[in-house]
T-cell receptor, first 112, second 114 residues
Framework: DGGITQSPKYLFRKEGQNVTLSCEQN?????MYWYRQDPGQGLRLIYYSQIVNDFQKGDIAEGYSVSREKKESFPLTVTSAQKNPTAFYLC???????????FGPGTRLTVL | RKEVEQDPGPFNVPEGATVAFNCTYSNSASQSFFWYRQDCRKEPKLLMS???SGNEDGRFTAQLNRASQYISLLIRDSKLSDSATYLCVVNNNAGGTSYGKLTFGQGTILTVHP
């Protein structure tokens, strides 16, 4: 089955620890994205990548880092510098950055 | 002014009703438009793209008015399963680069009751 997978579904971490969220797609999409969603709020763009080995900061990149070494994979690291990391993190992909995006099931991160 | 603005609702309608959502966008150079739906605690899912001529998919009709910079979504014969948050999404050129960037509205909450 083609699609986007994110793991884990739920993640708990202690304050001050870095954590990496996984995102994999087998749709052969060039573009990939990371968003964050807080309760009752809309999606905010963290980072996006138009193509392998390239990525750009979104609107709220501070405290996050990404890599795009493979077309299929776009992992997001939430660093200890992120002040309010508890949120619902959504990964998406698309044929290009001008096309519709398809989302993975998301990871709920709770920092204790 | 927000880049993409929606009435947050909530819209509370009976089964069988017709309901319409509007969305305005600020960038006149916006190039593509979409409606997504998001169920509680789930990921957004593409409902339909919005084309200049307007388009229909079953009970759903999307319209685009470029002159007034608004997008609409009409749902006819509402079902209980239509209860969700509806997100208006606009694609803009990102800061003058060749990259596009989707901007999501805050969403409109719809509840369809028996």
């Amino acid at each position: 089955d083609g699609g986007i997978t994110q793991s884990p579904k739920y993640l708990f971490r202690k304050e001050g620890q870095n954590v990496t969220l996984s995102c994999e797609q087998n749709l052969n999409h060039d573009a990939m994205y990371w968003y964050r969603q807080d309760p009752g709020q809309g999606l905010r763009l963290i980072y996006y990548s138009q193509i392998v080995n390239d990525f750009q900061k979104g609107d709220i990149a501070e405290g996050y880092s990404v890599s795009r070494e493979k077309k299929e994979s776009f992992p997001l690291t939430v660093t200890s510098a992120q002040k309010n990391p508890t949120a619902f993190y959504l990964c998406a992909s698309g044929i290009s950055t001008y096309n519709e995006q398809f989302f993975g099931p998301g990871t709920r991160l709770t920092v204790l | 002014r927000k880049e993409v603005e929606q009435d947050p609702g909530p819209f509370n309608v009976p089964e069988g009703a017709t309901v319409a959502f509007n969305c305005t966008y600020s960038n006149s150079a916006s190039q593509s438009f979409f409606w997504y739906r998001q169920d509680c605690r789930k990921e957004p899912k593409l409902l339909m793209s919005v084309y200049s001529s307007g388009n229909e998919d079953g009970r759903f009709t999307a319209q685009l008015n470029r002159a007034s910079q608004y997008i609409s979504l009409l749902i006819r014969d509402s079902k209980l399963s239509d209860s969700a948050t509806y997100l208006c999404v606009v694609n803009n050129n990102a800061g003058g680069t060749s990259y596009g960037k989707l901007t999501f509205g805050q969403g409109t909450i719809l509840t369809v009751h028996p």
